[in-house]
């Protein structure tokens, strides 16, 4: 298995995004979002922060994090690849994507590649049956998938990586 890069937690961040929030307690869920989005995951660090800053107990607040599955406890790549394993996606050949992935890119389901550039995260229906087998990358569906467009996509994402990262 991949080894898993946590992050540093900067206190003054958490409180800046503690702050943004007046109404305390019903903010948790708001405040671990934005949490998420500058980390990619909710920090154990950064969940006990939070709790202190809000003054709310440390179980509570674990509460919250476990009860809402849009929330992650650890560190994820850059993309996720959702691909579908739903019925429509499974009988038209997802296994032999999420195989093709694990293949490509020595990863097992859940698992980030060690350059955290990719998740594999197989997802139940994405609703798109019709163009089964399918996957969802960073917001964009891509359709009709097959092993060998799967891994053209892995390319075109590592390639716009690279790119990125020499105009930057
Ligand atoms: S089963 Fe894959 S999109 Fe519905």
Redesign the pocket.
């Known amino acids: 298995m991949a080894e898993t890069k946590h992050v540093e937690v900067d206190l003054d961040d958490i409180e800046k995004i503690c702050e943004e929030f007046e109404n305390r307690e019903g903010a948790v869920v708001q405040v671990l979002q934005k949490v998420q989005e500058k980390y990619g995951y909710v920090p154990a660090e950064a969940l006990e922060l939070v709790g202190d800053v809000l003054e709310i107990p440390k179980s509570k607040m674990y509460g919250v994090l476990t009860f809402y599955s849009q929330f992650y406890q650890e560190p994820r790549g850059k993309f996720i690849l959702k691909v579908?394993v739903?019925?429509?996606?499974h009988v038209r050949g997802a296994g032999l994507l999420v195989d093709k992935v694990r293949e490509e890119l020595h990863i097992e389901p859940g698992e980030n590649t060690e350059d955290m550039l990719f998740t594999l995260e197989p997802v139940a229906?994405?609703?798109?049956?019709a163009?089964?087998?399918?996957a969802m990358v960073s917001g964009t569906a891509y359709g009709k998938l097959s092993a060998d467009k799967m891994v053209s996509l892995i390319r075109q994402l590592e390639e716009e990586t690279v790119h990125e990262e020499e105009t930057v």
């Not at 229906?125 to 049956?129: I, K, N, P, R, V």
Request: some cysteine; aromatic content about 0%; hydrophobic content about 35%.
């Open positions: 579908c739903g019925t429509a996606c229906c994405l609703g798109s049956c163009l089964a087998p399918m």
